[in-house]
Every structure is written in structure tokens, then in C-alpha cells.
Nanobody, 126 residues
């Protein structure tokens, strides 16, 4: 089970940190990803991090502004979001994937994820 938190209302240029708490003893074996869905749009990839935390991958739209990380001792993944823009407004979802194949782009696709959290709303005002 995944529980996302940390969303809220922030002004453009501000920062937020999202958290994704996972239950279970196998958190450290999962790829953790963040996706987002803006009103009227499809859910899109934001970032993912490999099980050990050694590799990360970002959507071009957030590269250089967002940082994904994880603490396997705490069973928690994070998304630090800086320099927020109004177009970052969305419901943010965390997800976990039991890695079956490995290429850098596979886990940017929703279909590879096994578990999803409930989402947390981020609103960026201009």
C-alpha cells in the first residue's frame, strides 16, 4: 500500500516536498515512480528512482527542478519540487514497480507499475 502526502497550494517559484510511504517489507526491491494528472489531461510520467536509489530518470518538463529520492530504511520515496510553475498543477501519484525488465525508459510508462497511491493535489498559483 502506498500513501502519498505533502501536496498543497504554493505560489509560482516556490517549493514543495511530496512523500510516499509504503507498507510491506519489500520496498527496497521496487522501482518508485511519480506521475501526475492535470485536469482534463492524461496521467503523465514525472520521475522514477531505481531500487537502490543509484539511478534516477526525469521527464524533460521537470528536469533540473524536481529531485526524486528514497529512504529504504523508512520505506519512503520523496519528490522535491523547486521552482514550481502553474503548469505543474496536478494530482501527483506515487507508484511502485517490481522490476521485470531493465531499460532507462521502461519505468516512464504507467503500464509497468504494480501499485499506486491515492494521489496528492499540488496547486501552483501565478
Amino acid at each position: 500500500q502506498l500513501q502519498a502526502s505533502g501536496g498543497g497550494l504554493v505560489q509560482a517559484g516556490g517549493s514543495l516536498r511530496l512523500s510516499c510511504a509504503a507498507s510491506g517489507r519489500t520496498f527496497s526491491s521496487y522501482v518508485m515512480g511519480w506521475f501526475r494528472q492535470a485536469p482534463g489531461k492524461e496521467r503523465e510520467f514525472v520521475a522514477y528512482i531505481t531500487p537502490s536509489g543509484g539511478n534516477t530518470y526525469y521527464a524533460d518538463s521537470v528536469k533540473g527542478r524536481f529531485t526524486i529520492s528514497r529512504d529504504n530504511d523508512k520505506n519512503t520515496a520523496y519528490l522535491q519540487m523547486n521552482s514550481l510553475k502553474p503548469e505543474d498543477t496536478a494530482v501527483y501519484y506515487c507508484a511502485a514497480a517490481n522490476p521485470k525488465v531493465w531499460t532507462s525508459t521502461v519505468y516512464a510508462q504507467r503500464a509497468w507499475y504494480d501499485y499506486w497511491g491515492q494521489g496528492t493535489l499540488v496547486t501552483v498559483s501565478s
